[in-house]
């Protein structure tokens, strides 16, 4: 699959196919308790809520190509848009967020 190409948000197959591509940074936009609860396997967790989701952000490679989720999609559009201003440009995210994936993905605790 040739993530380069995926842009705004991807339904469920996509966006699970295309986090198994190598390079692609998987990014839950929940909070840490959210995140706890379930996440994908490999993904990281930057709050787009917290004070630091900038500073978080800015450190990441601008080159890089980043799949993004939180619980519904509101999150992750908000944080794609954010991304996307800072001149990132292969960002895409889950539409749906987590609850159109079969729990069965999900793993839980903090990493």
Known sequence: MDTSTLAGHVNS???????????VTVIDVRTPEEFAAGHLPGAININVESPAFASEIAALDKE??????????????????VMIADGFGRVFGL????????PSELVTGSN
């Open 95 to 102: 539409d749906g967020g987590v609850t159109a994936l079969d």
């Open 64 to 81: 890089g190509t980043y799949a993004l989720y939180c619980r519904s999609a509101n999150r992750s559009r908000l944080a794609e848009n």
């Open 13 to 23: 197959d996509i966006f699970l196919a295309a986090v198994q591509q190598e390079g």
